[in-house]
C-alpha cells in the first residue's frame, strides 16, 4: 500500500479503516462511505461477505464532500493506482471518470442489471461500457400540507401553474389568518447544483424541453425554457421569499418544517425528518410527483443517487466486481433502504410489503422515479461541471432579477457551444 500512503493526502490517512491496516497486504480495497451510516452500513455488507467468501477486504474512507472525493478518486485513477479497487461514484461522474473504470459487463452475468430503473443504466453506460453498478438513488419531490390544502379544499397541483395559483391563494389566506411568515413554495434557489437540479424540472416538465439531449445537442435555448424560467422568477418575493435565493436543501427544510410553506421541492431523505416525533407538521404532509408544464407537459423529477465503480487499474477486478454484485443485490438493497433510507434502484423493490410499510411514499417514489430527468454528465463527461456552472448561474441570475431571460438563454447557448467546441 505504499503507492497509496503518498498519493493520499496526511489529512485523509487517519481516515483509512477496515478490517486490516493500511499496511497489511488485502484481496481488496473499497472506497464506499464517508461518514455515519453510509460508512457503517458499507463495513458491515463488506465483513460479511469477506467472513462468507474468506477474502479480506479494506474499507477506506473518503471526505464526505463530494467535490473533495472526487478530487481524490482523480488522483488515485490519474496514477493509474491498483491501491483501490473499488470507489463510490455520484451518478454525474461516470463520463468525468470512465476511462479509469473497468465495463462491469466484462466480468458480471448478462443479466446483471436485470430490473433495475433503465434511467440509472442508461446513466451508469458510457459509449456502451458499463462503468458504475447503480446502487442508490434520488429524486426531486414536491412535499406540501395535506392540512392546508384541505382546509382550504384545494387538490394536490398537477401543473407549476397550479402549484402557482394554490401557493399565492393559501398565503395569503394563512397571513389573514395571522401566521405572518406563511409562504407558498421553498425550494433550493441558491447557486449551485442544487439549482442545476430544480432548473432542470422546471425545464424539462415543459414539452420539448431540456438543456442538452442524448444526442450531444445543446437545445436550452428554447420557448420551453423561456416558459419555465418566466414562471419561476415570478414565484421570487411573491409564493417564495426573496432569501430562497441563497437556499439549499436544508434551509428550505427548516421553513417547511417549522410550518411556514405550503409547498416545498426537497429529496426522499426529508421524509423521516418531517415526521420525526419533534415536527411541527408530523402526519400533516404528503408527497407527490413534481408539477408538470402545462397540460401537455410531463412530471419530471431529476435523479441523484450512487453506484460502485471498479478500477480499470485493480489486481483484481474479477474479485471486486463480485463484491459489487454482492453489495448492489436486491437484498442489500432492501437492507439499505430499511436501515438507512437509502432509496433501491430495483424496481421490484418498491412493491415489497415491509418497505412499504416503512416508507408508504414509495407507491408514488415507483413512478416518479421511472419519469426521472438525468442530468447531462455522461454525454458532456468531464465538462460537465463547468456546464451544470454555467446552467446555475444564468438561472441565478434570472431568479434574482439581474437579467431578463431571454439574454439569459441566449447568453447560456453561447457558453455552452464554447465549452463544447466540436465535441464533448
Known amino acids: 500500500m505504499k503507492q497509496l500512503k503518498t498519493l493520499l493526502p496526511a489529512a485523509l490517512l487517519g481516515l483509512c479503516v477496515g478490517l486490516p491496516s493500511l499496511s497489511t497486504a488485502a484481496n481488496l480495497t473499497i472506497s464506499c462511505g464517508a461518514v455515519g451510516a453510509e460508512l457503517q452500513l458499507c463495513k458491515e455488507a463488506v465483513e460479511t461477505w469477506s467472513k462468507q467468501t474468506g477474502n479480506s477486504v479494506e474499507v477506506v474512507s473518503t471526505p464526505n464532500s463530494a467535490t473533495e472525493r472526487l478530487s481524490f478518486y482523480q488522483q488515485i485513477l490519474s496514477a493509474q493506482s491498483s491501491d483501490i479497487d473499488i470507489i463510490q461514484i455520484d451518478m454525474v461522474w461516470p463520463g468525468m471518470l470512465a476511462k479509469h473504470l473497468l465495463d462491469l459487463r466484462e466480468v458480471l452475468p448478462a443479466n446483471a442489471t436485470q430490473g433495475y430503473f433503465k434511467a440509472q443504466v442508461d446513466n451508469a453506460t458510457v459509449n456502451g461500457r458499463l462503468v458504475t453498478m447503480p446502487w442508490f438513488t434520488d429524486s426531486g419531490l414536491l412535499y406540501y400540507r395535506k392540512d392546508l390544502l384541505e382546509k382550504y379544499h384545494k387538490p394536490v397541483p398537477q401543473t407549476w401553474e397550479q402549484m402557482t395559483a394554490t401557493a399565492r391563494e393559501v398565503q395569503q389566506a394563512e397571513r389573514s389568518a395571522g401566521n405572518a411568515n406563511a409562504w407558498g413554495y421553498v425550494f433550493q434557489g441558491r447557486a449551485y447544483e442544487g439549482l442545476t437540479c430544480n432548473a432542470l424540472e422546471w425545464i424539462s416538465s415543459q414539452p420539448q424541453g431540456g438543456l442538452v439531449n442524448s444526442q450531444g445537442d445543446i437545445v436550452v435555448n428554447s420557448q420551453a425554457s423561456r416558459a419555465a424560467l418566466t414562471l419561476a422568477k415570478s414565484w421570487v418575493g411573491d409564493i417564495s421569499p426573496r432569501g430562497v435565493l441563497n437556499y439549499t436543501e436544508e434551509e428550505g427544510r427548516g421553513v417547511f418544517q417549522s410550518g411556514n410553506a405550503l409547498f416545498m421541492r426537497n429529496w426522499p431523505y426529508v421524509w423521516a425528518l418531517v415526521q420525526s416525533p419533534d415536527s411541527v407538521v408530523k402526519d400533516k404532509v404528503g408527497v407527490a410527483p413534481l408539477p408538470r408544464g402545462g397540460e401537455t407537459g410531463t412530471h419530471a423529477s431529476t435523479l441523484g443517487g450512487w453506484g460502485l465503480a471498479v478500477s480499470r487499474y485493480s489486481a483484481n477486478p474479477k474479485l471486486a466486481a463480485e463484491l459489487v454484485s454482492y453489495l448492489s443485490s436486491a437484498q442489500q438493497q432492501k437492507h439499505r433502504a430499511l ?21 408508504p411514499y414509495y407507491s408514488q417514489l415507483h413512478s416518479i422515479l421511472n419519469d426521472g430527468v438525468m442530468r447531462p454528465a455522461a454525454i458532456t463527461a468531464d465538462r460537465y461541471p463547468r456546464v451544470s456552472n454555467a446552467f446555475f448561474d444564468q438561472v441565478h441570475g434570472v431568479l434574482a432579477g439581474e437579467r431578463p431571460v431571454e439574454q439569459a ?9 464554447r465549452i463544447k467546441r466540436r465535441n464533448w
Open 409 to 417: 438563454l441566449a447568453e447560456l447557448e453561447s457558453e455552452l457551444t
Open 339 to 359: 436501515v438507512g433510507a437509502y432509496n433501491p434502484v430495483i424496481e421490484s423493490l418498491y412493491q415489497d410489503p415491509e418497505l412499504l410499510a416503512a416508507m
